[in-house]
């Protein structure tokens, strides 16, 4: 049971125009949300996160929007940069139990072409 | 400030052999946590450890097991290996009440 979806394998975008990666997730007691952006051989970096309590959270470029009642939420890169070109999760977590384990998403690979 | 490393980077094994992988925690950091990530796939929960002991468990068998030391730091055991354990393993560490997670550079193994 896939709890955490990101139904689109990649995503190509033009440099500075608008990145927007999409996340939905089924089971309704997550209310902690993370994206991790992960380069070849690195591991995944940590990058902006989001509580249940707001429906939108900004770091600079990044914008990252939860829609609670869709169970949705979204990653807003504007502007888009060839740095950026990457594999992107969605992970979302219950905080509060024994263990903050993270549910990860299959990824997001995103292409800023130059 | 110390990151999370892993050791080592890259590993070959074969079938039916047993592995070690090492994660040292970044520091200040008390829990770390162990992902599998198959090729296509995103991280999956192995375990994590806090305070030298398991903290809660995914959906592995008993074959991988772990350790966390006084330290904080950690290994992850795989008894008797098998093909469907080739992937990328990788150690993430985090304040005991933290939600984010800081993930190292993983190992990728590879099982013959």
């Known amino acids: 049971d896939q709890q955490v979806k990101q139904n689109s394998p990649s995503l190509s975008v033009q440099e500075g125009r608008i990145s927007i990666l999409n996340c939905d997730y089924t089971n309704s007691m997550f209310d902690y949300f993370l994206w991790y952006k992960k380069y070849p051989a690195e591991g995944p970096t940590f990058l902006i996160s989001?509580?249940?309590?707001?429906d939108k959270n900004e770091d600079g470029r990044f914008t990252v929007f939860l829609n609670k009642s869709a169970k949705h939420l979204s990653l807003h890169i504007v502007p888009s940069q060839p740095g950026d070109s990457a594999v992107y999760f969605c992970a979302a977590t219950r905080p509060g139990g024994a263990t903050n384990k993270l549910i990860f998403g299959t990824g997001t690979l995103l292409a800023v072409q130059p | 400030e110390t990151g999370v490393t892993q050791s080592p980077t890259h590993l070959i094994k074969t079938r039916g052999q047993q592995v070690t992988l090492r994660c040292s925690s970044q520091s200040g950091h008390n829990t770390v946590s162990w992902y599998q990530q198959a090729l296509g796939q995103g991280p999956q929960f192995i375990f994590q450890?806090?305070?030298?002991?398991?903290?809660g468990r995914g959906n592995f068998p008993p074959r991988f097991s772990g350790l966390q030391f006084p330290n904080y730091s950690s290994e992850l055991n795989v008894n008797a290996l098998e093909l469907d354990d080739s992937a990328l393993y990788l150690c993430?560490?985090?304040?005991?009440?933290?939600?984010?997670?800081?993930f190292g550079a993983g190992t990728r193994l590879s099982v013959l």
């Open positions: 450890y806090y305070r030298e002991e398991e903290n």
């Open positions: 989001i509580s249940s309590i707001k």
């Open positions: 993430a560490s985090s304040l005991e009440s933290g939600f984010i997670q800081y």
